[in-house]
């Protein structure tokens, strides 16, 4: 299974403000997914990371809001920008891996003031 | 894809058998059954998955109905490691296929 590393793990920020979110693989992988997972609700894809092209939205998300980058094979970002209170949740990275799986990553908690 | 039903909680005690049942009357020829499970304040973790067959790995077995309408997940000894939000994911297959998770259910192992 593929190791998957976040960064930052946890962040309190003013709304307003953007953050940005780094997931790095160990290997490299075709797909990469960006999930959400509000308090005490179950995870929600936001959209699919595509190298070389624009990621794909869920509905409900938007690029305006989520931008995302993949410049590689094993690197993605997830940026929440200007943020509101709303936004407080953990941010997910996830990966395809063999047999058709996916493999998350620990996660990033964001709390917004 | 096809909507998962799960009970909300269960209770095991330690030591004993965790059969977790998922019902997916809607499922397709072409989507696979997939388990994952969460413990608190981490990433989901992969469990099992199978199309039609049963299946186990070192962590668990996974029993599909003949008709696969219905699956359960077995952890043959619980420990309170195994303390969780497990989930029951039907998907297509391909990787490019999403996972869409429901609520789970919520296992709670005892001594």
């Known amino acids: 299974s593929a190791v998957i590393s976040q960064k930052p793990s946890r962040d309190i920020c003013q709304r307003g403000t953007s953050l940005t979110i780094q997931c790095q693989v160990d290997?490299?992988?075709?797909?990469m997914f960006w999930y959400r997972q509000q308090p005490g609700q179950s995870l929600t894809l936001i959209a699919t990371?595509?190298?070389?092209?624009?990621?794909?939205?869920e509905s409900g998300f938007v690029i305006d809001k989520f931008p995302i980058s993949r410049p590689n094979l094993t690197f993605s970002t997830l940026t929440v920008s200007n943020m509101s209170p709303e936004d407080s949740s953990i941010y997910l990275c996830?990966?395809?891996?063999?047999?058709?799986?996916?493999?998350f990553g620990p996660g990033t908690r964001l709390l917004v003031l | 894809d096809a909507k998962t039903t799960q009970p909300t909680s269960m209770d095991c005690a330690e030591g004993r058998a965790a059969n977790l049942p998922c019902n997916h009357s809607?499922?397709?020829?072409?989507?696979?059954v997939y388990w994952y499970r969460q413990i608190h304040s981490q990433g989901p973790q992969y469990i099992i998955h199978?199309?039609?067959n049963n299946e186990t790995n070192e962590m668990a077995s996974l029993i599909i109905t003949e008709d696969r309408k219905s699956s359960t997940l077995i952890l043959p000894h619980a420990t309170l490691r195994d303390t969780a939000v497990y989930y029951c994911?039907?998907?297509?297959?391909?990787?490019?296929?999403?996972?869409?998770f429901g609520t789970g259910t919520r296992l709670q192992v005892t001594l």
């Open positions: 290997s490299q992988v075709t797909m």
């Open positions: 990371a595509n190298q070389g092209s624009e990621a794909t939205y």
């Open positions: 994911i039907v998907r297509a297959t391909g990787t490019a296929s999403k996972l869409t």
């Open positions: 996830s990966v395809s891996g063999g047999q058709e799986t996916q493999y």
């Open positions: 809607t499922i397709s020829g072409n989507e696979y």
């Open positions: 199978g199309l039609k």
